[in-house]
């Protein structure tokens, strides 16, 4: 297999430390790959990176996604009545790294967010071969403690993907250090207790942890998800962390303009524009 | 055939002998090490390595690995070495560079020695060898002395890890709490003399090893595991050690005994069946599991976890249900021990149990109704999972099956093998052993409650699964073992129906309680080792067993325990003239309704099998 060399750990880590060299903080916008179609996702991708997106996460959609929320969920289920399946995912990415007559190549930073039996199914090292080869960046499983990630691990450490573990505010000091030797790329900190979608205060307890969690990381990039749904969490997240992770919210904006559209051929413009605006009204809260 | 060494956590190595060889495949070892290293005091030479590999195979064809273990041996010959005995595997010890074996025709063990530089060393051979073994860095091959259990630590998280050195009865299970290695690998501290194995120190390693890599990981085999979202591991880690701690703590022991018992009804009785024996030729015991408090066993794990709540300082209980029997089972533990209760039920089921939705709420109990998804068991399930995700600290989620991340399998199942451990005195107090023990398998906790009294006996083990309207693909069921494949669902690897890109299928039974796409761990290493089987009964064998231990017993039994009960009309000709107790896992008040649509098929089913005069 061959692979886009430019990318996986190296590439992240370097883009991230450069967004710290540059006094920065950035957006990482999720959305589930394949909600309203595959070419309604490649120019989502796009419209993104236009719009200045440090990272993306691509969610690869699983049937029992237990640590998402209702519109998580819904937008799994949508996308999965589709037909969406890991190849798929993997050829979007390809798609976006080598450009066509709409768009040039886009080098935007691309973890792939998904659950453990997809990866397990395939045979880990042939699904994340695949990812790699495709020119994702990174890999995040919502089900895979580090306990039981060494086959992702070796996986990873040979195809140079990045592997990213979460941690939680439930994660203790023992725990929340070994997260963050062994995630790559960056460290994801869970920024409330609970699943993805429903609103996080960002108070004094969270601040108290997000500082934690930002020690413990180091020089390792931190981002923080869950709950995030306009400019005033993006700033408030954005104390301790380098990315804001932002992903109900967006899924939900994206999944309005595509339902919108007179016939599915507008759909992917649509949400593209609805990402660029999107997008756009998150990044007031990264200059306060 | 290539065999991978999946599923490979218990090794002897040193084997001479055919006889000792069985022994320890008898005992459950998973692989067995020959040794042919010349000067080793367990070497031995080809020609009798060959016998030891032909008895291994013939016995167990599908499970055992032989392993050709070798020093300073080059690619050509070991290959040739492997093909002359017949082995599985090849275990290299010594001298050998990891980029002379990439594309060796089978799969390699390397032997590391744990010191402080053995990192780059294991991650050199990473590449091509499958497991590593890890022993003490002295000299080439087995070394009988103990490893740095820190370094052994760090290097089980970068690899596939057998642990060696000189590990034995007495010191296994704390060598595997310390290091938590994928499997161990253990010779001289098992012989009776170099080369000569001492049976009894077999059976008593592998007795120590295989509950303490299960405690450890929570594993069963190849199957197990905790594999949770972030937010819950460590709630999962604190469970797991209070219920270690609780369930060898004497006064919480008095506490559930006295509620298993005086409040519950514990023992339930085991009833000789006479006039259903009559029609099946053979002696049916039944398990009567339906005549505990609220009518099935679940209440067995219920009160248990809710009284570990309760220690653990939790004011709210989650359930999820099926059936809704889970689910009144602990709303009636949480009525009894005062905790708030809020339980998750599919709307399909809650349509189809509606008796039990009210048996609920009448208890005090919160029935939250999910529409999502399938809306059966594995949706209450998802959402009972979201629920304890928001709220961790504050609740306890009482996993009502032998399912889940670790430590719910272990627990779940610790707390059901009650009911095997009379069923077991029952049986030899009314005569002996049976020859069989039955019971229906939704996520397998009164299964494997029941096969857990039995597990060490020559008793045959089986599980009946539901085969809705026929297990064949394509057709609707329930039948993980009939058509499902190994992998991951809410928080265990186990055998599970899903699609070719590992989505998770949806699935059919008359019974709400077994309308689930997962089955149990244990099962699936029990099935996997060949210690028990698993068949199907559908949906019309669950009916027509239903109607004959109506009409031939004056026991309405639940739809989920009344495949257990259709299996056996089915396979009656097998049964004839044996033993069989069979868990009657609870009644079937609960579906009236359900029954009352159907009756008109009882009659024709009840002429067809011809079992009723």
């Known amino acids: 297999m061959t692979r886009p060399s430019a990318h996986g750990t190296v590439f992240l880590e370097a883009r991230l430390a450069q967004l710290r060299a540059d006094g920065r903080r950035g957006l990482a916008p999720y959305i589930t790959a394949g909600d309203g179609g595959l070419d309604t996702t490649l120019a989502v991708l796009r419209a993104l990176d236009d719009a200045g997106a440090d990272v993306v996460e691509l969610g690869l959609p699983f049937s029992d996604p237990v640590a998402d929320g209702p519109q998580l969920q819904a937008a799994a289920e949508r996308s999965l009545a589709l037909g969406t399946n890991l190849r798929d995912v993997a050829e979007v990415v390809r798609r976006l790294r080598s450009g066509d007559d709409d768009a040039p190549p886009s080098d935007l930073p691309i973890v792939v967010m998904t659950y453990a039996n997809l990866l397990s199914r395939r045979g880990w090292g042939s699904a994340i071969g695949l990812l790699a080869a495709a020119g994702c960046d990174g890999v995040l499983v919502a089900d895979l403690p580090l306990e039981e990630a060494v086959v992702l691990r070796i996986a990873c450490a040979e195809t140079g993907l990045a592997p990213l573990f979460l941690v939680a505010p439930t994660t203790g000091a023992d725990r929340l250090a070994q997260l963050a030797a062994a995630s790559r790329g960056f460290l994801y900190a869970i920024g409330r207790v609970g699943t993805t979608g429903v609103t996080t205060r960002f108070d004094e307890d969270t601040q108290d942890y997000l500082g934690r969690v930002a020690e413990a990381a180091g020089a390792r990039a931190v981002g923080v998800g869950f709950g995030i749904a306009g400019p005033d969490d993006v700033s408030a997240a954005l104390r301790h962390a380098d990315l804001a992770i932002v992903g109900s919210a967006l899924v939900e904006h994206l999944h309005r303009a595509v339902a919108s559209a007179p016939h599915p051929s507008r759909a992917p413009a649509l949400a593209a524009r609805a990402a660029t605006t999107f997008l756009e009204h998150l990044s007031e809260g990264l200059n306060p | ?613």
């Not at chain 2, 339906?290 to 009518?295: E, K």
């Not at chain 2, 069921?477 to 494949?485: C, P, Q």
Request: proline share 6%; charged share 25%; with cysteine.
């Open chain 2, 1 to 613: 055939m290539k065999r991978s060494l999946r599923g490979v956590t218990i090794k002897v190595c040193g084997l001479t002998d055919p006889d000792e060889a069985l022994a320890a495949v008898k005992a459950g070892a998973d692989a067995i090490g020959l040794v042919l290293h010349p000067t080793s005091p367990r070497a031995v030479m080809p020609a009798q390595a060959r016998r030891v590999s032909d008895v291994v195979h013939a016995m167990s064809p599908s499970r055992v690995r032989v392993v050709a273990v070798v020093v300073d041996a080059e690619p050509r010959a070991a290959r040739e070495l492997a093909a002359q005995i017949g082995a599985d595997a090849i275990q290299l010890c010594g001298d050998q560079q990891p980029e002379d074996w990439v594309g060796f025709p089978l799969p390699i063990l390397r032997r590391i020695g744990v010191e402080p530089s053995a990192e780059a060393e294991l991650l050199a051979w990473r590449p091509v060898a499958a497991l590593m073994v890890l022993d003490h860095p002295s000299g080439p091959g087995g070394s009988g002395r103990p490893v740095d259990h820190a370094i052994a630590s760090r290097l089980c998280q970068r690899a596939p890890c057998l642990l060696a050195g000189g590990l034995g009865p007495d010191d296994v299970a704390a060598a595997i709490a310390r290091v938590r290695p994928r499997g161990v690998d253990a010779s001289s501290k098992l012989e009776a003399e170099p080369g000569r194995k001492h049976l009894g120190r077999v059976t008593a390693f592998i007795g120590a090893a295989r509950p303490a890599l299960a405690r450890a990981h929570g594993r069963f085999g190849a199957f197990g595991g905790c594999f949770a979202p972030e937010t819950l591991v460590p709630i999962l880690t604190e469970l797991d050690a209070a219920w270690r701690q609780l369930r060898e703590d004497s006064v919480f022991r008095a506490e559930l005994d006295q509620l298993l018992g005086d409040f519950a009804g514990r023992p339930t009785p085991l009833w000789p069946a006479r006039r259903l024996s009559e029609v099946l030729g053979c002696e049916v015991l039944l398990k009567r599991e339906d005549l505990l408090h609220t009518g099935a066993h679940k209440l067995n794990n219920t009160l248990g976890q809710v009284l570990l709540a309760k220690r653990l300082g939790k004011r709210r209980i989650l359930a999820e249900t099926g059936a809704g029997q889970h689910g009144v089972a602990t709303a009636t533990a949480c009525a009894q021990l005062g905790l708030e209760c809020v339980v998750s039920m599919g709307a399909v089921d809650a349509a189809r149990q509606r008796a039990n939705v009210l048996r609920m709420q009448l208890l005090g109990a919160r029935v939250e109704v999910v529409h999502a998804g399938q809306r059966t068991l594995k949706d209450a399930v998802n959402a009972a999972m979201r629920a304890w995700i928001a709220d961790p600290l504050g609740s306890h989620y009482v996993l009502g099956s032998a399912l889940g991340p670790h430590p719910f399998p272990s627990m779940v199942a610790d707390l059901q093998q009650v009911i095997g451990e009379e069923a077991r005195a029952q049986s030899l107090a009314a005569g002996g052993l049976p020859d069989l023990a039955v019971a229906c398998v939704g996520g397998g906790s009164n299964a494997i409650g029941l096969f857990r009294g039995f597990l060490t006996d020559d008793v045959e083990l089986v599980g009946v699964e539901a085969g809705g309207t026929g297990p064949e693909q394509g057709a609707e069921h329930a039948a993980r073992f009939a058509s499902g494949a190994p992998g991951i669902l809410h928080g265990c690897h186990t055998f599970l129906l899903q699609d070719d890109d590992g989505q998770v299928l949806p699935t059919h039974s008359i019974s709400a309680g077994l309308d689930y796409p997962a089955v149990g761990p244990e099962h699936a290493a029990l099935r996997a080792s060949g210690r028990a089987r698993y068949t199907w009964a559908t949906d019309e064998d669950a009916l027509a067993g239903f109607d004959l231990l109506a009409r031939r017993e004056g026991i309405l039994p639940a739809l989920e325990s009344s495949h257990a009960l259709g299996w056996m009309l089915r396979a009656r000709d097998e049964l004839r003239g044996r033993r069989v107790v069979v868990n009657l896992s609870g009644r079937g008040d609960k579906d009236l309704d359900l029954l009352q649509d159907r009756h008109g098929e009882l009659e024709r089913l009840r002429e067809r099998s011809g079992a009723l005069p």
